[in-house]
Each structure stands twice: as structure tokens, then as C-alpha cells.
């Protein structure tokens, strides 16, 4: 991409120059990691966990379902659903598996 743009950056008449002179600066500047990066350590995370994240985190270990985990922390499922997002997030995984192995890689239990 960068080699086209440059190559159009010779063309000094184009009505874009301006533009792709913006681009390919834009090149030299460092981009930032993606939401989904992978995460090595407590202080590589994104946002860190709440107390209460952590509290559902722990219950994701067990074999309870969603429906009694929301039982067990007097809340509703929605509730649940909306801490375990959160939490898949954060740890930049996407199910509860991968939550529970990244956490303990974190060392988070």
C-alpha cells in the first residue's frame, strides 16, 4: 500500500497531492495495538479486571452454567452476560475457555 501511495506522491499535479502526502506520513507514525492484542502480563492488559469481574472470572472456572452463575451473584443473566463480555475484552479472548486459560497465564486466580 505504502509503495502505491508513494508512487502517486510523485504526480505533483494530482488534485490529492495534499492528501497523499497526509497518508504517507501516516506511515512513519507508530500504530497502535489492537484491542485483541495478545496479552503477556497484568500490566499488558488493557483495562484490569473489577472486583467484581474477577468474582465472575472465578465462577467461569467452575462447571456452574451462566444461568446459576447470575443465581449465585443475585443478578440477572443479562447482568452475567454483560460482566462476561467485559471480561472476554479485556483478556482479549472470545469465549469462557479462553477467558479461564488467559487468567491463569495472568495469574489473575
Not at 53 to 73: D, F, N, Y
Not at 79 to 107: C, P, S, W
Request: hydrophobic residues 40%; glycine residues 2%.
Amino acid at each position: 500500500m505504502r509503495l502505491l501511495i508513494e508512487k502517486q506522491s510523485r504526480n505533483r499535479d494530482h488534485p490529492l497531492s495534499d492528501y497523499v502526502d497526509e497518508l504517507l506520513a501516516a506511515f512513519t507514525q507508530p500504530v497502535a495495538a489492537p484491542k485483541s492484542a495478545i496479552i503477556h502480563q497484568k500490566s499488558d492488559m488493557i483495562e484490569p479486571l473489577s472486583e467484581r469481574e474477577l468474582e465472575v472470572l472465578k465462577l467461569l472456572r467452575t462447571e456452574l452454567s451462566g444461568p446459576e452463575i447470575a443465581g449465585q451473584l443475585i443478578v440477572s443473566l443479562n447482568t452475567f452476560r454483560t460482566h462476561t463480555k467485559n471480561i472476554f475484552d479485556k483478556l482479549g479472548v472470545n469465549n469462557r475457555r479462553a477467558a479461564v486459560r488467559r487468567a491463569e497465564e495472568l495469574d489473575l486466580f
